[in-house]
C-alpha cells in the first residue's frame, strides 16, 4: 500500500516529520489489526493511499481488509502486457464485487515496439532491461506522478519489521497480526 506525503516539506499535522509519525505509531501499529492500520492510513493520507495489488492470493486478501476499512479505496497494479487471462479475469471479479476500478500502469513501449527496438524475446537475452522497461520504469513513473517532486511515501507491509525509510524514498510500516 502506498500514499504520497503532501506537498509541503515533510511535516505532518502533529509537527514531525512522517518518519518520525511512524517510528512513534510503531508499537500502537505492532498491537492493532490490519483494519486499524489501514483506516490510520486512510486518515494520515486521504485520497493520495491506494493499494498496489500483483492480484496474488495475500494481494486479493489485502484488498477485501482494505475495501472493509477505507472508503473509496483506489488500486492499481502492474500490467506488463504479459499477464495471464486469469489474471484479467480475477480484477474484473475485484472490480466487480468491491465496486472499485482497478488503474493499470503500463509500460511506455507495448511489446510491438519493444520487439521493434530491442529485438525479439529481449527477457531471454537481457533479462534486466526487460524488467526495467516493463516494470521499474513504470512504477518510477506512477511515484512520481504521486509526489509531484516529493520523495515521500508510505507503505504499509508485512510481516514485522521496524518501520524504515527505503533506498527508494519508501517508509514501511508493518503490523504483526
Known amino acids: 500500500m502506498f500514499a504520497t506525503e503532501d506537498r ?3 511535516v505532518t499535522r502533529k509537527g514531525i516529520d512522517l518518519p518520525q509519525e511512524i517510528e512513534l505509531l510503531q508499537d500502537e501499529a505492532e498491537r492493532s489489526s490490519p483494519e486499524e492500520l489501514l483506516r490510520w492510513a486512510a486518515d494520515r493520507f486521504g485520497s493520495r493511499l491506494a493499494v498496489s495489488s500483483s492480484f496474488g492470493v495475500e494481494a486479493v486478501v489485502l484488498i477485501d481488509v482494505a475495501a472493509r476499512a477505507i472508503k473509496n479505496l483506489r488500486v ?3 500490467d506488463t502486457d504479459f499477464l495471464f487471462a486469469e489474471t484479467h479475469d480475477l480484477i474484473e471479479q475485484v472490480q466487480q464485487k468491491y465496486g472499485i476500478r482497478v488503474e493499470r500502469v503500463r509500460p511506455l513501449l507495448s511489446p510491438e ?9 529481449l527477457w531471454k537475452r537481457d533479462p534486466n532491461l ?3 522497461i516493463r516494470k521499474v520504469d513504470p512504477l518510477k513513473a506512477k511515484a512520481a506522478e504521486w509526489t509531484l517532486g516529493s520523495p ?3 507503505a504499509i507491509k508485512h510481516p514485522h519489521a521496524p518501520p ?7 517508509l514501511t510500516l508493518v503490523w504483526s497480526k
Open 76 to 78: 492499481f497494479t502492474l
Open 164 to 170: 524504515q525509510k527505503n533506498s527508494n524514498g519508501t
Open 152 to 154: 515521500a511515501f508510505a
Open 113 to 121: 515496439e519493444q520487439a521493434a527496438q530491442f529485438g525479439e524475446a
Open 130 to 132: 526487460c524488467c526495467k
Open 8 to 10: 509541503t516539506p515533510t
